[in-house]
């Protein structure tokens, strides 16, 4: 085996009451990262489409580049490894770009060294490349993508990560309006003090929303996705979103939130239908302020980032 | 049927990073009621046991009268019923007494009459209760009593209550000092206004708790249990807290907090052994203090309220 090609999905972090501690991962979109073994040692970055030329090659800049350094240093591998990168996902959306693209770079370069390390090791060298990426090594996009699924983020010192149960039937939409988003902005509108009984309703939200996963009660998850933290303030920065919001639960979606820190939205539903019912009213909300948008309709993604090509 | 009697269990309120928002019941800890037919229409409190004198046996003030009075107007039941009280619990100690004591009478009253209504909707009489009992219609004791094991209140407008999952082999300690807590202080101690990562914090444990109970992972239940809202400034109001809690993790036990608002300390445990080795431990400190205190080990209870006798 010389080279192997692995998928990593899209995710949506921030769910909603998740806000800085969830994350679920996204079946259908995603980035294509091809992993090959070379004869000079090192990373380089060989190729990379579908950025329209955004993304550097420069290694220790590159989501993939910095993410496969530090795996090699940790299994002291002196080879060298070439990466083709594919994207399939926008960059600055929300969608978990940069996370995607890391996390298949690891799966494809730890399949083709024969899986020295587990899935759930890998997670440090992808935070690392968060790190390059965003500023901060998040693992709220990084760990769905890697594991699939909701995935808790309960600790970063020390790191605790879960992998939560997710019901059958559960769909989602992304809207991804063609905006950018600073995501400083983003940041610096959030209140450092909360009230505490907005803490105490957030926390509330969490549970019922962590507590309907397992139980497979969509009512329980739909009644909890209620952000009253980050929501009220960053809400405003993103068109149409109170309109959605209130048309969504009219055709039976769950819920609806800021995807990371947006401007994609995300919405959850019980069935495709309902998501791809949900996404034809974003579509009118959007046309209706005359904004260009793109909207995908998906399954859960529950078994996170997998090897698609191996020669 | 002319005379039914119920068992209420003890609760633990406020369970750690579940603040205001969860309870649990225990197992083999609580109060007994027997409610019978009687000619004179209306409810009447005729003996009051195990309460030193305390209790008012006046029915609006009586928690079980407050508690049939409301059930009764609901069922719209013209006939009169006697109410014999007996306490297993102290009073004002944080364990939920109040609350045992009009759950017992609302299950004793309702299988008497013929089970008009199912357990969950007795609930709103409970809390009537605990409105004259405490000053505010609070849930979090009066929910897991009825219902058993650990329950989530999500909200209150409207009332919102999921019963958790119990893992097999759960077990606690309660730690009942003897001193008398003023709740008013107890409550102003709260900070109104709590930082942004400290919520955040408080979010990921109760996710990670309830993760934890779904999953029967004893070691994410025991990394979660970490109050960092109202714990830090109320345990300073409860003697030999901090000693108790570094204690307990090195006999296994899986985590500490406040019964409710004290001055009772719980703690969780893997099996009776480890809950007995705890509360060995709690002894020692106490023993220390120079401060009597009563020690419980319970499993923790699944089914809630019961009846123990019908005649």
């Known amino acids: 085996m010389k080279k192997v090609t692995a998928f990593a999905p899209a995710t949506v972090a921030n769910v909603s009451c998740g806000f800085d501690i969830l994350g679920f991962a996204v079946e259908e979109m995603g980035d294509k990262?091809?992993?090959?073994?070379?004869?000079?040692?090192?990373?380089?970055?060989?190729?990379?489409?579908?950025?329209?030329?955004r993304l550097p090659y420069e290694v220790d800049k590159n989501t993939c580049g910095v993410a496969l350094k530090a795996f090699l240093a940790a299994i002291d591998y002196k080879g060298g490894l070439e990466v083709e990168l594919y994207k399939g996902l926008p960059l600055g959306s929300?969608?978990?770009?940069?996370?995607?693209?890391?996390?298949?770079?690891l799966e494809a370069a730890n399949q083709l060294l024969g899986n020295p390390l587990d899935k759930k090791a890998l997670l440090p060298f992808a935070m690392k490349a968060e790190g390059v990426a965003c500023g901060a090594e998040h693992a709220d996009n990084v760990a769905p993508s890697l594991l699939g699924g909701f995935v808790l983020i309960r600790s970063y010192h020390p790191l605790d990560v879960t992998k939560l149960h997710v019901p059958k039937g559960l769909y989602c939409a992304l809207v991804h309006p063609h905006l950018e988003l600073n995501t400083a902005?983003?940041?610096?509108?959030?209140?450092?003090?909360?009230?505490?009984?907005?803490?105490?309703?957030?926390?509330?939200?969490?549970?019922?929303?962590?507590?309907?996963?397992y139980q497979e009660d969509m009512g329980l998850i739909s009644r909890s996705l209620q952000d009253v933290i980050a929501e009220p303030s960053r809400s405003v920065l993103i068109?149409?979103?109170?309109?959605?919001?209130?048309?969504?639960?009219?055709?039976?979606?769950?819920?609806?939130?800021?995807?990371?820190?947006?401007?994609?939205?995300?919405?959850?539903?019980?069935?495709?239908?309902?998501?791809?019912?949900?996404?034809?009213?974003?579509?009118?909300?959007f046309d209706k302020i005359g904004l260009e948008v793109d909207l995908y309709v998906s399954a859960v993604n529950t078994k996170g980032t997998y090897v698609i090509n191996k020669a």
Chains 1, 2 share one sequence.
Do not use: H
Not at 35 to 52: F, K, Q, T, Y
């Open 33 to 53: 990262v091809t992993v090959s073994l070379a004869d000079e040692p090192g990373v380089r970055v060989v190729r990379i489409e579908g950025d329209g030329g």
């Open 185 to 213: 902005d983003s940041r610096s509108v959030l209140r450092q003090q909360v009230p505490l009984k907005d803490a105490i309703t957030q926390s509330g939200n969490i549970a019922g929303l962590v507590a309907g996963l």
């Open 239 to 285: 068109p149409g979103f109170d309109e959605i919001k209130s048309a969504i639960k009219e055709v039976g979606a769950l819920g609806v939130g800021i995807s990371g820190s947006g401007p994609t939205t995300f919405i959850l539903a019980p069935s495709r239908e309902v998501a791809e019912r949900a996404s034809e009213i974003c579509q009118e909300v």
């Open 94 to 105: 929300g969608m978990g770009s940069s996370a995607a693209s890391s996390v298949a770079a």
